[in-house]
């Protein structure tokens, strides 16, 4: 057979014709899709919207029969709450955020180097370690509250900020420890390998290679960490002092809801003032979210 | 530079029974030479290039590189650069990074790292993608900035663990070239596995063949090819492999179904020596050829043929003792016989033939 123009031609009009994979979808099914997509949202935002709405209302007129989108609305609740009114919110807050970031921090490093050796060596005590990890997750936290009141007793770190660190840590840690492993099985051995050719000593592999390979792991773990010690109540009220001052948020908002009359306008504005940081560190890792939980699934 | 050499070296895996995955190697490796370590999966060539890398233990004997015992010494303390099967480049850095990690550990200052990574990025053809991460290139780069990693540190000693294997065919080609080519120009002495025994022909100055862990066989690529120490080097080297049957011995030789094949009074006595009733007759495919009806031959009949242009494979089966057993004949790739025909196949050379032990495999000198 010669080549001639015309059938060169004609190989070129097949290439052209070669479907992209960009499958157009019809007018109805376009329309369809968004509607459900709109829907979803909407369902998903309209609680957080309407906690909104109702800290803008004093509270008497927060929890109405007829309900109303403004009702002598103003920012007084905010005002109200950060000036310490009903109770010391900037104490809270302060609270909050040591024993989260220092849950987070110790949490991620103690997982990470953990997670790194049992992804990476095998040693005696590997099996157990591993199932003791999932073994601490089967118990339900009022469980754990007696015992780990008793601990915090005999280390004198009861009622101490740094004692609901380490009760928070103890259950990030496990979870954590787990999912970096999961995250660390991915990273392919000859990495490591290389790097130790080319004159790196073991933690320095875990260090310079291995971790920022992780970035998308260790913000999930972090962000999970972070979680675990910003919206926790039952060891923080079971564990810090009494005090006012020493509260963490998740505690000081009870002071909302008394036995008789619910602040609901205040309670609403402290929640969006609580939730605010957690949305802030959401928006940090949200790019490694996806990437983090994925993982494992399809070898990278 | 350095010459390399394995101690009766092994690696003893624990487990009942232990699993030896090298067992007592010993080999030698001049300055400057490039050691092809080959053998099918499950060898033991990569773990003794692990060994030499100081990635898996020394179980029993010793490593020296250039006449220092390195047995306890951590890779970094080797002075080797390895190139590995998956390239193991470091997704987070550049290229240039890549190549020039293993100096800046080592404290060489940052123009000189850039200096030598320039280099090395020149001779490979890299200069235009130093700045892209590895995902960015294609498999043929990656395998070059591997290639450039191990090249820039400057070692006393190359390992490459199966580098071309994750290459397509032509690339495959090309590259085993480049390879060779560099090896020759930088004199540095290298140490290649491969489980290809074409790769292992054509790059090795000499090829070391294991199986099961122990050392077959090491020699030049031709000595390999037409003298095997065993029946096991005969049939892994060469593609396809040596046809390799168990025959009787007569008075005057071995017999093949309708051919006889004469051997050498001295051959004949040793076998005799030895109680031998039966051999292992080996004949590469080349040596065969199609004859005429009135020649000696055996009557093969045509079950597969493999057209490759200049040749083609013929593959098809003889009655020995009244068993089928396979042959493969190479026949001018212009007039193949067809499928179920059945042709008439000689010896081209009674000199091409190898006997081996059938009990020992070894090879029966004639």
Redesign the interface.
């Known amino acids: 057979m010669s080549l001639d123009a015309a059938s060169i031609k004609a190989t070129e009009n097949a290439a052209i014709a070669k479907p992209t994979g960009h499958v157009k979808r019809s007018r109805l099914a376009s329309f369809g899709l968004h509607g459900a997509l709109t829907v979803a949202s909407l369902i998903a935002v309209f609680p957080v919207f309407w906690v909104f709405i109702t800290s803008l209302k004093p509270d008497a007129k927060a929890a109405e029969t007829t309900p109303t989108l403004f009702n002598e609305s103003s920012f007084d609740n905010y005002a109200n709450v950060l000036a310490g009114e009903k109770g010391a919110f900037l104490s809270w807050f302060a609270n909050s955020a040591v024993i989260a970031i220092l849950t987070t921090v110790i949490s991620v490093f103690l997982s990470a180097t953990a997670a790194y050796a049992v992804s990476r060596f095998r040693f005696p005590g590997y099996r157990g370690m591993m199932l003791s990890f999932l073994l601490i997750q089967m118990f339900p936290f009022a469980v754990l509250i007696v015992p780990l009141y008793n601990i915090l007793l005999m280390l004198g770190l009861q009622g101490t900020s740094f004692g609901l660190v380490l009760v928070y840590c103890t259950t990030a840690v496990p979870f954590c420890a787990y999912m970096l492993k999961g995250y660390f099985d991915t990273i392919p051995r000859d990495i490591d390998e290389a790097g130790r050719i080319d004159g790196l000593s073991p933690f320095s592999v875990f260090w310079r290679l291995v971790l920022p390979l992780s970035k998308p792991g260790v913000a999930v773990t972090a962000f999970y960490a972070f979680l675990t010690a910003w919206g926790e109540v039952a060891f923080a009220s079971a564990f810090l002092s009494a005090s006012d001052e020493s509260k963490t948020l998740a505690v000081g908002l009870q002071v909302f809801v008394q036995q008789n009359r619910t602040e609901w306008g205040h309670l609403a504005a402290a929640s969006i003032l609580v939730a605010i940081p957690a949305v802030i560190v959401f928006y940090l890792v949200q790019k490694f979210l996806v990437a983090g939980l994925a993982s494992g699934a399809v070898k990278g | 530079m350095a010459e390399v050499a394995y101690v009766n070296a092994s690696r003893v895996y624990p487990g009942s029974p232990p699993v030896r995955a090298v067992d007592e190697l010993k080999l030698d490796v001049a300055d400057g030479e490039f050691l092809v370590l080959v053998g099918p999966s499950g060898s033991g060539k990569s773990t003794a290039l692990r060994m030499l890398?100081?990635?898996e233990d020394v179980d029993e004997g010793a490593i020296e590189i250039g006449g220092k015992d390195v047995t306890n010494v951590?890779?970094?303390g080797r002075d080797?650069?390895?190139v590995?099967?998956?390239?193991?480049?470091?997704?987070?850095m550049t290229v240039g990074e890549n190549m020039g990690?293993?100096l800046k550990?080592?404290g060489v200052s940052k123009p000189d790292i850039k200096a030598k990574v320039a280099e090395a990025a020149k001779m490979l053809d890299l200069e235009k993608y130093l700045d892209r991460k590895p995902k960015a290139l294609s498999g043929g780069q990656r395998q070059r900035v591997a290639m450039g990693?191990a090249i820039v540190?400057e070692p006393s000693v190359f390992l490459m663990d199966e580098p071309l294997s994750n290459l397509d065919a032509k690339l495959r080609v090309e590259t085993r070239a480049n390879i060779a080519a560099l090896q020759r120009r930088l004199g540095t002495t290298t140490i290649y596995v491969t489980h290809d025994q074409v790769e292992a022909m054509t790059m090795g100055h000499r090829v070391a063949v294991l199986k099961d862990g122990l050392l077959q066989q090491c020699d030049t690529p031709r000595a390999l090819y037409e003298t095997p120490a065993n029946a096991f080097v005969a049939a892994f080297i060469g593609s396809p492999g040596m046809n390799l049957k168990t025959v009787p011995l007569t008075a005057a030789g071995a017999q093949l179904d309708g051919l006889e094949v004469p051997l050498p009074r001295t051959t004949l006595d040793k076998v005799g020596a030895d109680g031998l009733k039966e051999v292992t007759f080996g004949v590469r495919p080349e040596s065969l050829g199609l004859v005429g009806a009135g020649e000696d031959g055996m009557e093969l009949t045509v079950e597969l043929v493999e057209e490759l242009g200049a040749d083609a494979y013929v593959y098809g089966s003889v009655r020995i003792a009244d068993q089928p057993e396979r042959f493969i004949v190479r026949v001018d790739g212009r007039t193949p016989p067809a499928l179920g025909q059945t042709v008439r196949v000689g010896l081209r050379d009674h000199s091409e033939i190898h006997l081996f032990n059938p009990e020992t495999g070894a090879r029966i000198e004639g």
């Open positions: 890398a100081g990635l951590p890779p970094k080797i650069a390895m590995f099967q998956s390239y193991a480049l470091y997704p987070h990690f293993a550990l080592r990693r540190r």
